[in-house]
């Protein structure tokens, strides 16, 4: 059974820092790509950031590229999204998802992590 459990949410002011984590069960980590998507109130929901479990291509959206930052820790199956110089339009909850390398789906999700950013 995949279990996907982030953390680290809150609330901070404009220009401050969170790291959220996501802690992967039940994969076998090799063959799965990690990614954080986010949605915010009456917004889709978009895309963040990617990394694999092994070497491979690590991907960030435009729109917080230079301020985020994705990495991982295979030894505690932990992803980590590392978010800096934050801003209100930042706001949103955030999920930690993974798919399988061969696929472009990504079919297991997190219950979801609530990150507001005051002005």
């Known amino acids: 059974q995949v279990q996907l459990v982030e953390s680290g949410g809150g609330l901070v002011q404009a220009g401050g820092s969170l790291r959220l984590s996501c802690t992967a069960s039940?994969?076998?980590?090799?063959?799965?790509?990690m990614g954080w998507f986010r949605q915010a109130p009456g917004k889709e929901r978009e895309f963040v950031a990617t990394i694999p479990w092994s070497d491979g291509h690590v991907g960030i959206a435009d729109s917080v590229k230079g301020r985020f930052t994705i990495s991982r820790n295979n030894a505690k199956n932990t992803v980590y999204l590392q978010m800096n110089s934050l801003k209100p339009e930042d706001t949103a909850v955030y999920y930690c998802?993974?798919?399988?390398?061969?696929?472009?789906?990504?079919?297991?999700w997190g219950q979801g992590t609530q990150v507001t950013v005051s002005s």
């Open positions: 998802a993974s798919r399988l390398r061969s696929s472009g789906s990504y079919n297991y």
């Open positions: 039940g994969l076998t980590l090799s063959t799965y790509v």
